[in-house]
């Protein structure tokens, strides 16, 4: 069985001290818990979070939430694999945020993809659709294969020049963009669904037994009430959470229904 992970997504949120504050009640609260825990601070707090968890639990990592994917050279404001790779062992890619707000399309993510994976890091690359679609399943309907093919072509589309070597070093978060922030949760029926597909596409691309070993994660207004409806369904293997992540007695709550939910 996949070992649950969760992810905190702080997005642009905290100050020095709310960071530290935070970092330090997750190291001292899940040493004992079955589930991989991954911190996604704003960039600037990586380097003083990465000495508080310097001596951290073995299942307590930091992750970047973005990056670029070229080594070095004359790209003002961005972060190179390099730099990452000295304080974090994740990324997230692709989020639905940098795809809307920052024009990122499937090919920039491939690429920070195999740069990501070229440095070592594990990417964790987002998608998700824009539109809740019927959970019924009525092939050939228009709407239905619109969002799907939305979908199906971020997964697609980022991952096109991975091998199937380095497949599996991937996470994968399914992030419905009509769930993010909205307090709208999709049901752990319907994530477990749409991943199920997901996992088909994994298949398709990289085969079966590759595909059985990634990881697929939900994140969309996941906390502490809901979580376990997603970390029970078998298809599902953690969460990725960002406005629950900022509270620390509400994220290691998260954490230790995740551990107890399966
Ligand atoms: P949310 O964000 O938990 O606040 O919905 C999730 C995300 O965007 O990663």
Known sequence: MRRPIIVGNWKMNTNLADAIVLATSVKNAVADLGVEIILCPPFIWLYPLAEILEKSPSNLKLGAQNMWFAEKGAMTGEVSPNMVKVLAKYVI???SERR???LEDNNLICDKVTAALENGLTPIVCVGEKHKRSLAKKPGRPNKLVTENDLFSQLKGSLKNISRNDADKIIIAYEPV???GTGDAATGGYAAEVIKDLRDILADLFGGPVSERIHI???????SENVREFVFQPEIDGVLVGGASLKAKEFIKICREAAGGR
């Open 178 to 180: 009509w769930a993010i």
């Open 93 to 95: 890619l692709g989020h």
């Open 100 to 102: 809307s707000n920052f």
């Open 217 to 223: 994660l939900y994140g969309g207004s996941v906390d």
